[in-house]
Structure formats: C-alpha cells, structure tokens
C-alpha cells in the first residue's frame, strides 16, 4: 500500500545545533503534510504543517519545506533544546474515493543532549 | 476544550476473550479516526467514521469493529483478541468539512494480551 519513508529513525543531536528530519511519499495527489511531536506517555500532538500550495513553512523554530516535484518533505529544528527530545512523526494525505486518510512515517526519535 | 479522551488507558485482556475500547471528544468533530500503534512502527489507521458512516481498512476489515452511537463518542471493538493485536491504540477527531484539517489525537489505550 502507500507508505511514508521517513528518516533517520533515530537522531541525536547537541543542543543548540539543528536536527533534519527527511520524508518521502508516494501519491502525487498528497495535499496535506502534518508533523507531530510525542512526548513519552503523551498523545501526538501537531506542531507544524504544510499544504501542497506552500514549500516552506516556519513557526519560531520549526521550518518544514515542500518538495512537490521529488515528492519529498522535511522538518528541520533550529537552535535545538533538550525539550525538543521526542518522537516526531511526519504523515502525507491519501485520498481515497472522497476521503482523506493519513499515512505516517515509522517516526524519528530525536534526543537532544545539552 | 481540544481533549480527546480514551478509556481505559490500560487494557489487559486474554487471548480468546472481547475487548471493547473508549473514546470520546466534545469538539463536535465529524471524524472520528482508530490507529494501531506498535514499538517502533507508524501508527496505522484502522478504520474512520465520518459520521455515521463507518470506512474500515481493507487489511484489518475483518479484526475490528466499531460503533459511533451519537457523535461524541465511537468505539473499538475485537471479538477475539490474539497475542499479535496487544499495541498501543489511538483514537484521533477531525472536522473534515470541505477540506482537510488536523487531527486531534486521545492520549491512547494499551492493550496487552496475555
């Protein structure tokens, strides 16, 4: 079925520098591109999205960009912090008949080490 | 309030035996979504009610059921549950309107089954 690669599925990085997290889908007719952030014994929450009529997006530290043409997405964090520690996940639309569904990504786990 | 709760959050069920699972959202959303989520794996749609109307993943049709008695609130539902369904389970709500929007995540149900 349509997946969702995303990687590296584990990422460690010193604080204060930039964490990259890469995705990549399959349907072409893929509109809509979540990111969502959890914490252990959290729900997933959305911290930043993108829609298919924008490549890039930013909000305080978070930047993702939009590469339609190559079907790639990806979320880069600025000037880490260790409370940016989480599993991230990436997910892409796909619509099916009338109806939207995500697909996600195996996630990233991201530890930020001050 | 943006809550989606589940309950219970800790499930333990034998093998052979029914599980039913919780969740419920207040922000009158029109979608109600399941997801099964494993270590190290996406999180995998299982079925979504739009409505009423409930659409179930082709791979896991004949695993799950669900019921959606008023809006508030929509169930999951294993007649018989195998050692391979013990995971993390998500319920998730969206107002999909006339175009895609995020989807509201409940802190999860783990099942374990022994």
């Known amino acids: 079925g349509e997946q969702v690669e995303q990687l590296p599925s584990i990422l460690r990085v010193q604080e204060g520098s930039s964490a990259s997290i890469n995705c990549s889908y399959e349907?072409?007719?893929?509109?809509?591109f979540p990111w969502y952030k959890q914490e252990p014994g959290e729900n997933p929450k959305l911290i930043i999205d993108i829609r298919s009529n924008m490549e890039r997006k930013q909000i305080q530290e978070l930047i993702v960009l939009l590469d339609k043409k190559a079907k790639r997405f990806s979320l880069h964090i600025t000037d880490t912090q260790p409370g940016d520690s989480a599993m991230y996940f990436c997910?892409?639309?796909?619509?099916?008949?009338?109806?939207?569904?995500?697909?996600f990504g195996e996630g990233t786990k991201l530890t930020v080490s001050s | 309030d943006t809550t989606v709760k589940q309950n219970p959050r800790y499930k333990l069920a034998r093998v052979g035996k029914p599980v039913n699972l919780i969740c419920s959202q207040t922000m009158n959303h029109d979608t109600m979504y399941w997801y099964q989520k494993k270590p190290n794996q996406a999180p995998k749609l299982l079925l979504f009610y739009y409505d009423k109307i409930l659409n179930r993943e082709a791979d896991t049709f004949e695993k799950f059921q669900s019921s959606r008695p008023n809006n508030s609130f929509c169930s999951l539902y294993i007649g018989s549950a195998g050692l391979e369904y013990s995971a993390m389970y998500l319920c998730?709500?969206?107002?999909?309107?006339?175009?895609?929007?995020?989807?509201?995540f409940g802190p999860g149900t783990r099942l374990t089954v022994l």
């Open positions: 998730a709500s969206s107002h999909r309107g006339t175009g895609y929007a995020e989807q509201f």
């Open positions: 997910a892409a639309t796909l619509n099916q008949g009338g109806s939207a569904k995500l697909i």
């Open positions: 349907d072409s007719a893929s509109n809509y």
